[in-house]
């Protein structure tokens, strides 16, 4: 059996940490077993890692995340790599298409599609690896996973049985779904027996190949990148499960939580103040989490959500976090924070003036042994100011060292790479008429490549 995780997400939701490259997922807010931080993709990847899951385990996931995600994860994490945000659908198409065309993966082998963020407890993993024996002893198309209420919640979507006699393993058939009803109808659907959807199904791969051969898209992972933009938005729940008939659904009656929310996400954070700054004793049910450089203080304040990074300032009452998407609907802005692959910059100020000239201050850190791909850009000069430690650096093939105090001077159309020899800091200052990730023109990523250049020019 193959497990996919699915990690997207637009990042409106737990603003201002989270933005379009840095989606839930990746905040790392919660504590590891060793009492280090940890997001809810390296919670997850640990899981599995324990449970011997992992060696059979995809990440799905757009360009924008593949970067967060090696830098969270390290750089061997199979990743399966979306062209384009789209929806669900498109996505486990394209990666059914990598498993059958890349992966060698036999069409009649179980695959399961997983959510990147659930917040779960061991067992739950137990209950992903029984959908196999589920698929073969029902003879289904599909088979869910459905998780035993605790309450009605109005949150969540519902899966409602048929009321048939449960098969050996406890699965049921299902009759049909209900998305996010109010209390009175949640708290029906509950006695009749309905389920929680929490997003984990399984299908044999041949059965989703078969419903792309319908189609007409081809079963070739390199193929159907290229006609990925052609693929409608929907999401793999409208898609396909609404119209299948044969469907069961496994039940779980262990712990599972939906860390989507800043309430849902604080109850389980093992501090109620992370960052600079202090909460006093008598701010009751108040959460502080701060990623600024400058303390933030609460006094007094009960049931609120204090949240800052460079992207904004958040202060809401708990009840009320779920509003922020919608606030936010209409709210543009480019990331403020990113990790990459090699570390991670902050944005420190960005001004486009009149006649069109822009400046974008970015404060740098790249891990020792890490380095930036060798690029160049056409519509933007840098300037760097190393603030600490020591690295190399390659301008048009000629490699240098620099150090804390040095400023490199890149103009536009120049090659330039640089290769941490130590922890490094340090400022860049980029000038120009358009200051887009797309003038990023990659020429190799690997370093050692860079060096091999030199010899042969």
């Given at each position: 059996?193959?497990?996919?995780?699915?990690?997207?997400?637009?990042?409106?939701?737990?603003?201002?940490?989270?933005?379009?490259?840095?989606?839930?997922?990746?905040?790392?807010?919660?504590?590891?077993?060793?009492?280090?931080?940890?997001?809810?993709?390296?919670?997850?990847?640990?899981?599995?890692?324990?449970?011997?899951?992992?060696?059979?385990?995809?990440?799905?996931?757009?360009?924008?995340?593949?970067?967060?995600?090696?830098?969270?994860?390290?750089?061997?994490?199979?990743?399966?790599?979306?062209?384009?945000?789209?929806?669900?659908?498109?996505?486990?198409?394209?990666?059914?298409?990598?498993?059958?065309?890349?992966?060698?993966?036999?069409?009649?082998?179980?695959?399961?599609?997983?959510?990147?963020?659930?917040?779960?407890?061991?067992?739950?993993?137990?209950?992903?690896?029984?959908?196999?024996?589920t698929m073969q002893e029902?003879?289904?198309?599909?088979?869910?996973?459905?998780?035993?209420?605790?309450?009605?919640?109005?949150?969540?979507?519902?899966?409602?049985?048929?009321?048939?006699?449960?098969?050996?393993?406890?699965?049921?058939?299902?009759?049909?779904?209900?998305?996010?009803?109010d209390r009175v109808l949640?708290?029906?659907?509950?006695?009749?027996?309905?389920?929680?959807?929490?997003?984990?199904?399984?299908?044999?791969?041949?059965?989703?190949?078969?419903?792309?051969?319908?189609?007409?898209?081809?079963?070739?992972?390199?193929?159907?990148?290229?006609?990925?933009?052609?693929?409608?938005?929907?999401?793999?729940?409208?898609?396909?499960?609404?119209?299948?008939?044969?469907?069961?659904?496994?039940?779980?009656?262990?712990?599972?939580?939906?860390?989507?929310?800043?309430?849902?996400?604080?109850?389980?954070?093992?501090?109620?103040?992370?960052?600079?700054?202090?909460?006093?004793?008598?701010?009751?049910?108040?959460?502080?989490?701060?990623?600024?450089?400058?303390?933030?203080?609460?006094?007094?304040?009960?049931?609120?959500?204090?949240?800052?990074?460079?992207?904004?300032?958040?202060?809401?009452?708990?009840?009320?976090?779920?509003?922020?998407?919608?606030?936010?609907?209409?709210?543009?802005?480019?990331?403020?924070?990113?990790?990459?692959?090699?570390?991670?910059?902050?944005?420190?100020?960005?001004?486009?003036?009149?006649?069109?000239?822009?400046?974008?201050?970015?404060?740098?850190?790249?891990?020792?042994?890490?380095?930036?791909?060798?690029?160049?850009?056409?519509?933007?000069?840098?300037?760097?100011?190393?603030?600490?430690?020591?690295?190399?650096?390659?301008l048009n093939e000629k490699?240098?060292?620099?150090?804390?105090?040095?400023?490199?001077?890149?103009?536009?159309?120049?090659?330039?790479?640089?290769?941490?020899?130590?922890?490094?800091?340090?400022?860049?200052?980029?000038?120009?008429?358009?200051?887009?990730?797309?003038?990023?023109?990659?020429?190799?990523?690997?370093?050692?490549?860079?060096?091999?250049?030199?010899?042969?020019?």
């Amino acid at each position: 059996m193959k497990l996919v995780l699915l990690s997207g997400g637009s990042g409106k939701r737990l603003w201002p940490l989270s933005n379009d490259s840095r989606s839930k997922q990746f905040l790392k807010v919660l504590e590891s077993p060793a009492g280090e931080p940890e997001s809810m993709v390296q919670r997850v990847w640990r899981q599995l890692q324990e449970t011997g899951m992992a060696k059979s385990s995809y990440l799905a996931t757009g360009r924008s995340q593949v970067e967060m995600i090696q830098s969270q994860l390290g750089a061997e994490v199979p990743i399966i790599v979306e062209p384009e945000r789209r929806d669900t659908f498109p996505a486990i198409a394209l990666t059914a298409a990598y498993l059958y065309s890349m992966g060698g993966v036999s069409p009649s082998e179980t695959v399961a599609i997983l959510p990147v963020d659930p917040y779960v407890e061991t067992s739950f993993f137990d209950t992903v690896m029984q959908l196999e024996a589920t698929m073969q002893e029902s003879g289904a198309n599909l088979a869910l996973m459905g998780v035993v209420p605790e309450l009605a919640s109005e949150k969540y979507g519902y899966i409602i049985p048929t009321g048939d006699t449960a098969g050996a393993s406890g699965y049921m058939q299902v009759s049909h779904f209900q998305e996010k009803p109010d209390r009175v109808l949640a708290e029906e659907l509950i006695s009749r027996g309905a389920l929680w959807n929490c997003g984990v199904f399984a299908f044999r791969l041949g059965y989703l190949l078969d419903i792309l051969q319908r189609k007409g898209l081809p079963l070739n992972y390199e193929e159907l990148q290229k006609q990925y933009k052609l693929l409608s938005s929907i999401s793999f729940d409208y898609e396909v499960v609404e119209k299948e008939e044969n469907i069961v659904v496994q039940p779980y009656a262990g712990f599972w939580k939906d860390l989507g929310t800043w309430n849902t996400l604080t109850e389980e954070m093992s501090s109620n103040h992370v960052g600079k700054g202090f909460v006093t004793a008598d701010s009751e049910g108040t959460s502080l989490i701060n990623e600024l450089d400058i303390p933030i203080t609460v006094i007094g304040a009960k049931d609120l959500i204090i949240a800052a990074s460079p992207d904004g300032i958040l202060v809401t009452h708990k009840t009320e976090s779920p509003r922020i998407k919608e606030v936010l609907k209409s709210f543009e802005q480019r990331p403020m924070y990113e990790e990459r692959r090699w570390g991670h910059y902050k944005v420190i100020d960005y001004v486009k003036y009149d006649e069109g000239n822009e400046v974008l201050t970015k404060r740098i850190f790249i891990t020792k042994g890490k380095n930036i791909s060798y690029q160049l850009h056409h519509k933007r000069s840098e300037i760097w100011t190393i603030v600490s430690g020591e690295a190399s650096i390659v301008l048009n093939e000629k490699k240098h060292n620099v150090k804390a105090g040095d400023v490199v001077r890149i103009p536009e159309g120049t090659k330039h790479a640089i290769l941490a020899l130590t922890d490094v800091e340090f400022i860049e200052v980029q000038t120009g008429s358009e200051l887009v990730e797309e003038d990023n023109i990659r020429i190799t990523l690997d370093w050692e490549d860079i060096a091999l250049q030199q010899f042969i020019s």
